[in-house]
């Protein structure tokens, strides 16, 4: 997350949005994203209802609450993918620190 961090503030130093942008939108600030907003999307019953509507005009009977399990079931696999590209920044990190 330091990489990330580091371009928000060298955006609002003044450095251009083509050299700070690579820096901010990473895999991890993207499975970040994606558990939040699912996470969010599972306790929204109006989202919900919306999706099983969609399925059902496709032919799939399944409920409201299926497709919120769905939701939490993904938003726990993206946190699971942001730990795991976390541990490996910090691996690399690591590496790095014992290179020198």
């Given at each position: 997350?330091?990489?990330?961090?580091?371009?928000?503030?060298?955006?609002?130093?003044?450095?251009?949005l083509?050299?700070?942008?690579?820096?901010?939108?990473?895999?991890?600030?993207?499975?970040?994203?994606?558990?939040?907003?699912?996470?969010?999307?599972?306790?929204?019953?109006p989202?919900?209802?919306?999706?099983?509507?969609?399925l059902?005009?496709?032919?799939?009977k399944?409920?409201?609450?299926?497709?919120?399990?769905?939701?939490?079931?993904?938003?726990?696999?993206?946190?699971?993918?942001?730990?795991?590209?976390?541990?490996?920044?910090?691996?690399?990190?690591y590496?790095?620190?014992?290179?020198?």
């Amino acid at each position: 997350m330091k990489k990330e961090i580091d371009s928000g503030v060298d955006f609002l130093a003044g450095q251009s949005l083509d050299e700070t942008v690579p820096g901010m939108v990473t895999g991890g600030t993207m499975a970040k994203g994606a558990e939040v907003g699912l996470d969010h999307a599972a306790e929204s019953r109006p989202l919900t209802t919306a999706v099983r509507a969609a399925l059902r005009e496709e032919g799939h009977k399944v409920s409201a609450n299926a497709v919120g399990r769905g939701f939490k079931f993904f938003s726990r696999a993206a946190l699971a993918v942001h730990v795991g590209l976390a541990m490996n920044e910090g691996r690399e990190e690591y590496n790095a620190c014992m290179a020198d």
